[in-house]
């Protein structure tokens, strides 16, 4: 077990050192342009910004860390080795796919499609088990951090789902900046044998492919690179905090059936084939099945026959401190019946001093909530209803690819 302890220390202590590499600040950078990006949408729904993009950063950045040091156990218990050759192509094919569709800028897309070719036309070579363990990993940690992180700063917006009708949602978007070890193989002659670690006969797990597998000469060298993972979805059915918990625990099933696929391919060539094919194709359905089960499931945050719903709380509000929270339906305010959001500011020009909310929560479970507002009175409750008509609404559909954009502008000009 020492040899593992050891090999762990050394890729924790490769792994700190990330933090000194300029390649690590530009995906900073880029996660906190996303962010950053977000802003407008955010002070144009609520008028506010809940969090600037820096510290969404910050805290992206603290969960990455965390997942950076998952994944990186991981791949060095697993012994998880990428050829040099996997990774040269694995970026511009992910790129490639980028351009074609945005959601495709995905390991699982590119590693799947890399793995078929390179099985099927025998170039290049690269070593398929190592591959898509690497994808299986990040998607794990990817799970993990979706299950814990995905939820925040989810934006309330209200769709118009092509009926003429106004249902409230949530658009979701984190992303993570992860730095994690990779390992690549060389012949122990090609490098100094200073800092060796002797590791055990069974390690690694997934064994090199090829005429590597019987060498016993091989040198398993610690890289530390820097991954970003993205998250994007919208909640329409349920709240987020149970969309992403859903989400997640599909993903990580995905993740663990592709890691156990990837196991037996370093020992069964055949299994590299259905590894292959998973990945994408299983990464594929869990996106479809998302998807068709929020357009064809019955939405949540619907306009109540009786009452005002709520999308949106602001932190540190009044109704915050009652603990209304999102998707509840307000009944009335101290006796005073509550349909829209003029209800609410006519009694609150009042500014009484002692608050009473009769509502419900989204299951439908009723509740009295109190507030002492004394001495000044309450003058705002905090909240962000589901109104029955706005200007502010999106359209639930897919964004142009920048193939399908650039097409279009050459389209539109050849027209002219």
């Known amino acids: 077990m020492k040899p593992i302890i050891d090999a762990l220390w050394m890729g924790m202590t490769s792994l700190t050192r990330i933090i000194f590499h300029p390649i690590f600040w530009v995906v900073l950078f880029l996660v906190y342009t996303q962010y950053k990006k977000q802003t407008p949408r955010e002070i144009k729904m609520l008028g506010v910004i ?8 910050v805290n992206s950045t603290f969960h990455g860390l965390i997942g950076g ?18 990774l040269k192509y694995l970026w511009p094919i992910a790129l490639i796919l980028f351009m074609i569709n945005a959601r495709y800028l995905c390991f699982s897309y590119a590693g799947g499609l890399l793995s078929l070719f390179s099985l099927i036309f025998g170039f290049p070579q690269i070593d398929v088990p190592g591959l898509m363990a690497l994808v299986a990993i990040l998607h794990f940690v990817e799970s993990i951090l979706i299950y814990t992180n995905g939820s925040e700063d989810s934006l309330p917006i209200i769709l118009d789902r ?7 949602g949530y658009s979701l978007h984190r992303f993570w900046p992860i730095p994690i070890i990779i390992m690549t193989i060389m012949i122990s002659n090609q490098i100094p044998s200073p800092g060796q670690i002797q590791m055990p006969d069974w390690w690694p797990i997934i064994k090199p492919m090829g005429e590597l597998q019987f060498r016993e000469d091989l040198i398993f060298l610690i890289l530390t690179v820097v991954a970003a993972l993205g998250y994007g979805d919208i909640a329409l059915t349920q709240p987020p905090k149970v969309k992403v918990k859903k989400s997640a625990i599909k ?21 590299q084939w259905i590894a292959a094919f998973f990945a994408p194709a299983a990464h594929e359905f869990l996106i479809w099945q998302g998807r068709k089960e929020e357009q064809e499931g019955v939405p949540l945050f619907t306009i109540p ?6 999308l949106e709380v602001l932190e540190g509000s009044a109704a915050h401190k009652m603990g209304i929270q999102r998707g509840d339906i307000i009944h009335s305010i101290n006796n005073f ?24 929560d989204y299951k439908g479970e009723g509740y009295t909530k109190e507030l002492k507002a004394y001495p000044y009175g309450l003058r705002a409750l905090g909240v962000l209803p589901l109104p029955q008509y706005s200007e502010i609404v999106y359209t639930a559909k897919e964004k142009e690819s920048i193939m399908k954009r650039l097409w279009n502008k050459i389209k539109n000009k050849n027209n002219r």
């Open 50 to 57: 809940r969090r600037s993009a820096l510290m969404k950063t």
């Open 251 to 271: 993903l990580g099933a995905y993740s663990v059936i592709l890691l156990i696929l990837s196991i037996l391919s370093s020992r069964v060539y055949e299994v």
């Open 162 to 168: 092509g009926d003429g009708k106004h249902i409230g």
């Open 69 to 86: 040091l998952l994944g990186s156990t991981l791949m060095i218990i697993i012994g998880v080795s990428i050829r040099q050759e996997g």
């Open 337 to 360: 019946p509550i349909n829209c959001e003029e209800d609410i500011l006519q009694l609150l020009s009042q500014f009484p001093t002692f608050v009473w909310v009769k509502g419900e």
């Open 305 to 310: 026959q009786r009452g005002l719903r709520v």
